[in-house]
C-alpha cells in the first residue's frame, strides 16, 4: 500500500476480537516466529500497541491477515481489516502495508497447538500468536507478494 525500506523484516497481524496476535521474521525474511499478543482495549490503544511492535521488530513491512470466507468472498471482518490496514498506512508512513488471505490460519495453528500437546486455556492465549506466524510464513513462502 506504501512504499517500504528495502530490508527483509516483515511483522504480522492476526486482527482477532479479543486480541491481535503478532509474528516477526528473521532478518533474512525466511522464517516467522509469534512474537505475541495484544489484548483489544481501545482501537487508538491498540494500533500503538501496533506501531511500537513494528518499530521494535525493524520491520520495513507489516502484514495484514485479510478474513477472506472459505468461498474467497469478503465479509465483515474482511472490511474491518481492509479499514485497520488503511488507518496503519497512514500511522505507519515508512512502512509497506500489505493485506493477505488468513483462511485457515487459525485452524493451523490450533492444529499445531494441539499436536504440540497445548491445549485448551494455555493454548488460547498463544494461538492468536501462532496464526500471525502461520500467516507470516505463508506471505514469506508465496514470494512476499504485495
Known amino acids: ?14 486482527l482477532g476480537t479479543r486480541r491481535i496476535g ?18 483489544r482495549r481501545d482501537p487508538v490503544l491498540d ?3 501496533i506501531v511500537r511492535a513494528v518499530r521494535e521488530s525493524g520491520a ?5 491477515g485479510l478474513p477472506l470466507s472459505l468461498d474467497g468472498t469478503e465479509g465483515p471482518a474482511a472490511r474491518l481489516a481492509r479499514q485497520e490496514a488503511a488507518e496503519l498506512v497512514t500511522t505507519l ?6 493485506l493477505f488471505d488468513e483462511r485457515l490460519t ?8 494441539g499436536a ?14 501462532a496464526a500471525a506466524a502461520v500467516l ?3 506471505w514469506l513462502d508465496a514470494g512476499r507478494p504485495a
Open 1 to 14: 500500500m506504501t512504499g517500504g525500506r528495502p530490508d527483509n523484516r516483515a511483522l504480522a497481524i492476526d
Open 106 to 113: 487459525t485452524v493451523s495453528a490450533n492444529a499445531a497447538l
Open 22 to 39: 503478532l509474528a516477526a521474521c528473521d532478518s533474512a525474511g525466511s522464517m516467522a516466529f509469534p512474537r505475541g499478543v495484544i489484548e
Open 47 to 49: 494500533r500503538a500497541e
Open 93 to 98: 508512513g515508512e512502512c509497506e502495508v500489505v
Open 60 to 64: 520495513s513491512t507489516v502484514v495484514v
Open 116 to 129: 504440540a500437546g497445548r491445549r485448551g486455556p494455555s493454548a488460547r492465549r498463544v494461538v492468536d500468536a
Open 136 to 138: 507470516l510464513q505463508a
